[in-house]
């Protein structure tokens, strides 16, 4: 549904239709630019009784209109362009959507080295928006007849293979091919219909590829993703991922062929569409970032570094469903540090396990809000560990090394994620976006990432970067409007020199300047302390600042420094806590430190 | 603010339940509608495909995969006994002859010329699909399965572990908020499902497997029970394959918790009735609770005990309804709604929630955060 192709969009209504609830947004052209007015959601209609996506797109826009005033459905149908029939308050003239519904898109990927072929194609699948359930490989430890159970078991939406760089191994990608056609692998969704493969491995191994899996499953060739060791090319793949998700999966899924006909562009998957708004993002305004939307079930972080775009899913670190295996990853111990007081181990299990089965409850008390958000620390932390060991360079490529590299010796395959070249971390999800106060999810990611020198941070107002990411393929300046005047709460900067020392020592001096006569801030920071500045949303102040002899702000150790720094609702923070983080070991002196710290950002009430 | 959805479990003296049974794979289905089944009954059947074993002939036999054809004593789809000789080399000198024998009694799947390998097959073993439910078939899908609808009594857990089972019912607490301890259990609960009161340790659930119980129903257990009893500790509450030696559902969660009254008391009537258990819970998309099913007869009514309203859309919670409380500081209270403010108010967490309050038994009354409430339905 869309209008004249040469008209600019003046209203846009996009939903994203995810497990449990359809939520949709109206974007409005006001003036010049692209603006955010009104949302609704309604219950997800995928499963019975209704088994039908589309009512609970019906239901959500319906609520648009109510609060609107526009009329946007005639019946059961979504009306363009707007302005029919003389009317200027009816109609959109496009309507788009993701999709996360019955639990997104689980794709199983193989190739031949777990650290080269299949890393690529596990980055690829990810990229695309899927949950990885598995990654096979020759040499990942597994019997054949191993493979071969764990394949059949799996019911995956999709599975790509590939293996072997143009002109390398062929055999290596036809044994994989021979495991998979003998597991005779079924789709998760529809007992009729054949399981997508797409083969994007070694192009002299095609034809064989072809012969062993062309009956056995619905077959898609496309362009090696890893033609040479030093080169992923991993678009072609991607977007084959793109069309059988539309093409196979989804048409499977109760309603969506409606749905598919109903949108003005390809429906994404909800994670491709958060991961292409934050790469649009990124790559327009020159900067890395770090994205991550902490849901129920999973955590998905998303980065770009110098133009390189990763994502990784942690299928079950989640701040609901999967609360549980957070405790079980990070260990008591870790999520009670980040806790100013103690509680019985056994309460405290008990607790998080009553949260695993009653998802949709809320903290009520003060030490319950502070549980949440210590095992959100936690939940943060492995999920960016995880992320920084795949959102490599490519492993096992040939490097150059001269004498100057002796004392540097980096492997290939260094993570990319460079925490001191990081300009912008955006947080997603109920527990940082709806945090009592901002200055808890600006905590809370600090605590987790342990961000290095000047770092901004934001968070998601009301989780609508999948609705922008799929309006970005439709209209980028009508997406980035949206994005940075609606979609974004900036917190603030946050600067931590790099270091440790006793606390209470010298950690670095700083001055900070502002805008519109006001008096410039001086002071020293001390080791095992945080200061908060206050710098209101669209302020910047100039920060001086001189670390002491071992300490690094970016520029060295015991360089000065000087930079803008964007304000917030929270405003500027300075981190003397050192880095890497350490958290006094002792129960008392850690409590202590921590009500400490929480007084000086005045993070919890009383 | 949209709608106000409060879901909660169903807890009912009659109602119909409906239940697709679906085969894994296409097979074949053994009934047809309107038969009457049992529990047992075998509704369908399938053949999973047998095991596959892989064979590297070429490395044993020291060839190129291209010439692996020539040496093979058996050909693709011929039927293999174990230690039959599969591939064999032709020396001049017999001596230095060389086989490779079959592992498996099976069928020879593949034979690569790419990678050398063979791939066998073990026969199909037979999968069978139990009907589950005492009650009438009312679908059949051809190749897939079938619906078995039955009228009955129905109680939804809030967590459970454990597969499809069914027995008798047992009380062997003699009130909801009274533990189950080790000496309950005798060997006379074997084959039954049992229902305790508040609570369940360790001790109490290796007692009930070395009795050979079929299910327990009970308030609460621990969470480090849970794990000392599953072996490990779970972190997504997606179950119904575990192998414990019994199902068990839980009604209220982890903790020491009475289990509602109306469970107890439901149950209590349902003693020395048949019932179909089933622990697997899935708590995100497409929610499944554990469950207590105990068929009726058409007709038939749980004596002493008014039906509830199962079946008809909620419109959302009401004054004077019954609800459990479902998170701290109030965790497991039961009470009934007196008041339900429409705007947002701030918690003591400064969050702005829809709330309500609620008053208990004793009297005393407390704002709760509507999330944190379950109606008691039924």
Redesign the interface.
């Given at each position: 549904m869309t209008t004249d192709p040469g008209r600019p969009l003046q209203t846009i209504v996009a939903t994203d239709c995810g497990?449990?609830t359809t939520k949709a947004i109206l974007i409005e052209k006001i003036g010049d630019e692209y603006r955010q007015t009104y949302r609704?959601?309604?219950?997800t209609t995928?499963?019975a009784p209704f088994e039908d996506v589309t009512r609970g797109v019906l239901n959500a826009i319906a609520?648009i209109e109510e609060l609107s005033g526009r009329k946007i459905l005639d019946g059961e149908r979504i009306m363009t362009p707007s302005g029919a029939g003389g009317n200027p308050k009816a109609g959109v003239d496009i309507y788009i959507s993701t999709s996360s519904?019955?639990?997104g898109l689980q794709m199983m990927v193989a190739g031949v080295v777990q650290s080269m072929t299949a890393e690529s194609a596990q980055r690829c699948a990810l990229g695309a928006g899927a949950i990885v359930m598995d990654v096979l490989s020759s040499n990942d430890g597994r019997l054949?007849?191993e493979k071969?159970?764990r394949i059949?078991s799996l019911r995956p939406d999709m599975i790509l293979l590939s293996g072997g760089t143009d002109g390398g191994t062929?055999?290596?990608v036809?044994?994989m091919a021979?495991?998979i056609?003998?597991?005779?692998p079924?789709p998760r969704l529809g007992?009729s219909y054949n399981l997508p493969l797409i083969y994007a491995g070694n192009k002299e191994a095609r034809e064989?590829v072809t012969e062993i899996l062309a009956k056995k499953t619905a077959l898609t060739v496309t362009e090696n993703l890893r033609p040479t060791l030093e080169k992923e090319n991993l678009t072609p793949a991607r977007n084959k991922i793109h069309d059988l998700f539309l093409e196979h999966v989804m048409a499977q899924a109760p309603g969506y062929k409606k749905l598919i006909a109903w949108a003005g562009a390809p429906i994404m998957p909800t994670p491709a569409a958060v991961g292409l708004i934050m790469e649009t993002i990124a790559k327009k305004q020159g900067i890395n970032l770090i994205g991550v939307d902490i849901g129920?079930?999973t955590t998905d972080v998303f980065s770009i570094f110098q133009g390189v775009f990763n994502r990784t899913v942690s299928a079950?670190l989640g701040m609901s469903?999967?609360i549980?295996?957070v405790?079980?990853?990070a260990g008591l111990d870790n999520i009670m540090r980040w806790v100013p007081f103690s509680i019985d181990e056994?309460?405290l299990?008990?607790?998080?396990?009553?949260?695993?089965?009653?998802?949709?409850?809320?903290?009520?008390?003060?030490?319950?809000?502070q549980i949440e958000q210590a095992i959100a620390r936690e939940a943060l932390r492995l999920a960016l560990i995880h992320h920084k060991s795949l959102a490599t360079g490519l492993k096992g490529v040939q490097q150059e090394r001269s004498i100057s590299d002796v004392f540097e010796q980096k492997g290939s395959g260094e993570s990319r994620v460079d925490m001191l070249q990081l300009n912008l971390i955006v947080g997603s999800g109920g527990i940082l976006s709806?945090a009592?106060?901002r200055v808890q999810a600006l905590l809370m990611m600090v605590d987790a990432y342990e961000p290095l020198g000047f770092t901004e941070l934001a968070v998601d107002s009301i989780f609508m970067m999948p609705h922008l990411g799929v309006l970005s393929t439709v209209d980028e300046k009508a997406a980035t409007d949206v994005f940075v005047r609606d979609c974004l709460i900036y917190l603030g900067t946050c600067v931590a020199p790099i270091g440790q020392g006793a606390w209470g020592e010298r950690c670095a001096d700083y001055t900070i300047t502002f805008q519109g006569g006001r008096e410039p801030v001086k002071g020293t920071l001390k080791f095992g302390e945080l200061r908060l500045c206050p710098l209101a949303a669209g302020e910047e102040a100039g920060v001086s600042i001189t670390p002491a002899r071992a300490v690094d702000v970016g520029a060295g150790r015991g360089v000065p420094v000087e930079r803008r720094a964007r304000g917030g609702v929270v405003g500027l923070v300075l981190d003397g806590r050192g880095r890497p983080l350490q958290l006094p070991v002792k129960q008392d002196e850690r409590v202590r430190a921590l009500k400490e710290w929480n007084r000086a950002l005045d993070l919890y009430?009383g | 603010m949209g709608h106000t959805y409060t879901p909660g479990l169903t807890v009912t003296p009659r109602t119909i339940i409906s239940k697709k049974r679906i085969l894994p794979l296409s097979g074949t289905v053994l009934v047809k509608a309107n038969d009457t089944v049992t529990s047992s009954t075998v509704v369908a059947r399938a053949e999973l495909p047998g095991k596959v074993y892989v064979v590297n002939l070429v490395n044993q036999l020291g060839i190129l995969p291209e010439d692996l054809p020539d040496y093979m004593i058996k050909r693709e789809g011929e039927k293999v006994e174990k230690g039959d000789v599969l591939a064999e080399t032709r020396p001049l000198i017999k001596w230095f002859k060389t086989d490779v024998r079959s592992p498996i009694t099976g069928t020879v799947e593949t034979v690569s010329t790419a990678t050398g390998q063979v791939i066998l097959r073990e026969p199909p073993r037979p999968v069978e699909l139990f009907a589950y439910l005492d009650g009438t078939v009312v679908e059949a899908f051809p190749g897939q399965g079938v619906r078995v609808e039955t009228p009955c009594a129905f109680i939804q857990g809030i967590f459970g572990i454990g597969g499809e089972t069914w027995g008798e019912v047992v009380l062997a607490a003699s009130s909801p908020d009274e533990d189950l301890t080790e000496s309950m259990l005798t060997p006379h609960h074997a084959g039954k499902v049992v229902v305790g009161g508040a609570f369940a340790g360790a001790e109490v659930l290796a007692r009930a497997r070395a009795v050979g119980v079929k299910a327990i129903v009970v308030g609460g257990m621990h969470d480090k029970d849970l794990r000392a009893l599953l072996g490990y500790d779970l972190g997504v509450a997606i179950t119904g394959t575990e192998n414990v030696g019994f199902t068990l559902v839980l009604t209220e969660g982890f903790g020491r918790i009475p289990m509602a009254g109306k469970t107890f008391e439901l149950l209590k009537k349902l003693g020395g009735r048949k019932a179909c258990v089933s622990g697997a819970t899935q708590i995100r998309a497409g929610v499944m609770r554990p469950e207590i099913i105990v068929p009726l007869a058409p007709g038939e009514r749980v004596e002493g005990i008014e039906a509830g309203q199962v079946g008809e859309a909620r419109g959302g919670v009401k004054v004077g309804d019954p609800v459990r409380v479902i998170r701290e500081p109030f965790f497991g209270h039961i009470g009934q709604v007196v008041k339900l403010p429409p705007d947002l108010t701030m918690i003591p967490t400064e969050s702005h929630v829809r709330v309500m309050e609620v008053m208990f038994p004793d009297g005393t009354r407390a704002v709760v955060p509507r999330a944190n409430i379950e109606v008691i339905e039924g």
């Open positions: 497990s449990t609704g959601e309604a219950p995928v499963e609520e519904a019955g639990g054949p007849h071969i159970e059949r062929v055999m290596h036809v044994e021979e495991y056609a003998a597991a005779e079924r007992m064989r129920g079930a079950n469903y999967s549980s295996n405790l079980a990853e056994q309460d299990r008990n607790r998080i396990k009553n949260k695993m089965i009653r998802p949709t409850t809320v903290p009520q008390t003060l030490d319950e809000l709806h009592p106060r009430p | -």
